[in-house]
């Protein structure tokens, strides 16, 4: 007789049982599929910042400002290879709900520093000329049905405008892509010097410096050697790499990892104490038959194999349409939430990661009962029977 089709019959013999338990998987994987999801995109602006790059906060807080004189005086410190400004401008179009990641930049400067960001030569060089140009990236002006020449006003939640608004214009200069498809294009890039010159306050200050050092291995070196200089002034700062920095940022929400770590455990555990209980229910129930099968030829082995298959199939079962539904619903929130999660998407590491857990389950929800299986002696099971 043919194992997959006894394998079958003992698995839909209790419809509803297989039911529930496939539903209790199913619930798992769904859990587990859209919070490692989260995490990955989350993690994925640490995962792309480069390893010889540094950032230069306020040591009070990286939303406080810094003088502009540390520029160049960072500049001037043994092994940094170049450095940049950032002011955060806050943007908005037409609706405050319409948020745009909105920078003001020293242009020339930024795009050295970085390099992952890709430009046409004539579009930079007529960011480089324009005060009021502003650069896109290819998500965002496709986002906003933008493209190069339009004007387009822009407003900031922070700040003022001299003219006593709360908006400036700006003309599209150019239209930038990543250097590869991880790369999140949805900001605008501005002029530092016109954004400083046309707001109420906040003059002579910057936002955070990137840096670049000539080396990965001086990073720790030059940190300390920036943070040193700017030591018991009124602006110390703090000074890390930049995947600590964006790491740090996100940690504002939580520890994500722990999160992470907590929700799949708990609901793991579960589903492995109710699906090794069922299966040791339904292995139990089935002495007598398993007694029968070995007294027709049925080897001990075949016996364990048999069990040992059900669970698997069962746990596939259930990891599987959990695995699906959830990138079902990851794709259909990914339009929607692009604006902040722009890499959210279950890639193969996700599915390679569902599919070794699954296995892991049916091997340990169904080891115990194959084993006694194995074990079964026939003349005592037909005297329990």
């Known amino acids: 007789m043919n194992n997959l089709y006894l394998i079958y019959k003992n698995m839909t013999r209790k419809p509803l049982r297989l039911f529930l338990t496939c539903f209790a998987i199913f619930i798992a994987f769904l859990i587990f599929t859209a ?8 993690n994925s602006g640490i995962d792309l910042a480069a390893d010889d ?11 406080k400002s810094l003088p502009i004189a540390y520029h160049r005086k960072v500049a001037a410190i043994e092994g940094v290879k170049d450095v940049t400004h950032v002011n955060w401008f806050g943007g908005y179009y037409q609706d ?7 920078m003001a930049v020293d242009p020339e400067s930024y795009l050295r520093v970085y390099e992952e960001v890709v430009l046409e030569p004539e579009q930079k060089a007529s960011w480089l000329q324009a005060r009021q140009g502003i650069l896109l990236g290819r998500k965002l002006a496709e986002a906003q049905g933008w493209k190069i020449g339009d004007k387009i006003p822009l407003s900031s939640n922070i700040f003022s405008n001299k003219d006593g608004g709360h908006s400036w214009d700006f003309v599209v200069s150019g239209i930038f892509d990543g250097i590869d498809e991880h790369y999140d294009t949805r900001y605008a890039l501005i002029h530092y010097k016109y954004f400083i010159e046309t707001q109420t306050f906040g003059g002579d200050w910057i936002g955070w410096m990137t840096l670049v050092t000539e080396d990965p291995s001086l990073n720790q070196q030059v940190a300390d050697a920036i943070d040193n200089s700017f030591a018991n002034s009124q602006n110390e700062t ?32 579960t589903i492995l104490v109710v699906v090794g209980n069922t ?25 364990f194999a048999m069990v040992l298959t059900e669970s698997m199939l069962i746990a596939l079962i259930g990891g599987f349409l959990g695995l699906a539904v959830g990138w079902v619903i990851i ?53 329990r029977s």
Do not use: H
């Not at 919070?35 to 989350?42: E, H, P, R």
């Not at 405050?96 to 909105?102: F, M």
């Open 35 to 42: 919070v490692t999801t989260l995490k990955s995109a989350l």
């Open 53 to 63: 790059r540094l950032v230069v906060v306020n040591r009070i807080n990286f939303t």
């Open 96 to 102: 405050a709900k319409n948020q745009i990641v909105t």
């Open 238 to 269: 703090d000074t890390s790499t930049e995947k600590a920095f964006n790491k740090a940022f996100i940690e504002q929400i939580g520890n994500i990892g722990l999160i992470i770590f907590g929700v799949v455990f708990m609901a793991f555990f």
């Open 279 to 303: 299966m040791a229910l339904a292995v139990r129930e089935r002495t007598g038959e398993i007694a029968v099968l070995k007294t027709l030829g049925f080897s001990a082995k075949r016996v």
């Open 331 to 383: 794709e259909g929130a990914k339009s929607s939430m692009a604006q902040f999660l722009p890499n959210l998407a279950v890639g193969g590491d996700i599915v390679g990661q569902a599919l070794l857990y699954m296995i892991l389950l049916g091997l340990v929800t169904g080891l115990i009962p194959a084993y006694n299986a194995l074990r079964l002696n026939i003349i005592t099971a037909f005297n």
